[in-house]
Every structure is written in structure tokens, then in C-alpha cells.
């Protein structure tokens, strides 16, 4: 499957506005670490491997629309896409580093197709997501095109948000924002 979503902040009155007609999914509290390469070449290239509350997940973007990502969640396909034989364990512990590591509490709602997530980071981040899934990238423009229409109908403002790891890494660790973002 692959994930489109796009993050918004909206001011309190349009989040309660589109929460009206939402239903309460639940409230869950996400340990994340992401591991990559000294080099961080995993996290500039959009791939995320991590741990989220001790499950293996990997995420890629896909293409260059930067609002899709391919989600693996089988540790044997994990596996197959590092090319690697032995436990992730070991992979990581021989080979990368503790690139992020990010509590977020956050709290899900449904409302039609589209997953909302209200998310507060442990670093001082929030956002909300609104996310559909897809079959094929094929899909992924028209997903993305709802996202923005039912974002415009509570008139959020749809301009680009901070990225979660843009701002981790802003906040967090400036000497590797530098290095990943040297011209901000």
C-alpha cells in the first residue's frame, strides 16, 4: 500500500470544524527511533527505517511528489530491501547509528476515507495529518488532490509544513540539520 498524506497546522477553530464529523479512533503514544547510516544517507534519500513502539517499519517516498511513501512492515521484506541475511538486530548494531528518536503522542480520527492524525511531538512539534491510502502510485495525485480539497473546505492554509524531521533535526541536532539542510 502506499500512503499519501500532507500535514497542515490549522488554528484550533478549523481542527474542531473538521473533527465535528470525525469519529474518535484512539489515542496512542509512538516511540520512534530511526536508525540510518553515519552518513544519514537513508534519512536524505526520504527512507525512513525505525522502530516504532518495538515493531520494524521502513517507509520510502516515492518519486519526487513528496507526499507518497511506500510502507514495509514485514521484517523479512525489511530484509530483502537492505539485501541482508542476517537479524535487523544485527544489521543495525554493525552498520547505523540511532539517527532520530521521537515520542509523539497522537490521537486518530476517521472521518469518510481519510485518516486525521492530530500529532504532538516530544520536542515541542505538532501538526495534523490527513492521509488516504492507495493501491498504486497511479492513485496518489487524486489522493493528494482530495487531501488539499478537504482542507480548503475548513480553510486550512495548504502551504507547505515543516517537515517532523526537518524540525527534530532544527531543534534537536543543529550540527546534522546543517549537514542535511545547508541552505535551511
Given amino acids: 500500500m502506499i ?81 541482508i541475511s542476517s537479524s535487523l538486530e544485527d544489521f543495525i548494531k554493525d552498520n547505523l547509528i540511532e539517527g532520530m528518536h521521537i515520542v509523539t503522542k497522537r490521537k486518530k480520527y476517521k472521518k469518510d476515507d481519510f485518516s ?14 490527513i492521509e488516504l491510502m492507495v493501491s498504486s502510485e497511479s492513485e496518489a495525485d487524486e489522493a493528494h488532490r482530495r487531501i488539499l480539497q478537504l482542507a480548503k473546505e475548513y480553510n486550512f492554509d495548504t502551504s507547505p509544513v515543516p517537515a517532523k524531521k526537518k524540525e527534530y533535526f532544527r531543534k534537536v541536532k543543529p550540527e546534522v540539520f546543517k549537514q542535511l539542510y545547508p541552505n535551511g
Avoid at 116 to 129: H, Q
Fill in 3 to 83: 500512503e499519501v498524506e500532507k500535514k497542515f497546522r490549522p488554528t484550533e477553530e478549523q481542527l474542531q470544524a473538521l473533527l465535528k464529523d470525525s469519529q474518535f479512533m484512539k489515542e496512542v503514544v509512538n516511540d520512534d527511533i530511526v536508525y540510518d547510516y553515519p552518513d544519514y544517507r537513508l534519512i536524505s534519500n526520504s527512507i525512513r527505517f525505525r522502530r516504532r513502539s518495538g515493531k520494524f517499519e521502513l517507509k520510502i517516498g516515492r518519486g519526487l511528489d513528496g507526499y507518497s511513501a511506500e510502507e514495509i512492515e514485514n521484517e523479512e521484506d525489511i530484509k530483502k530491501y537492505f539485501n
Fill in 116 to 129: 486525521i492524525d492530530i500529532d504532538e511531538l516530544d520536542f515541542g512539534y505538532k501538526c495534523v495529518e
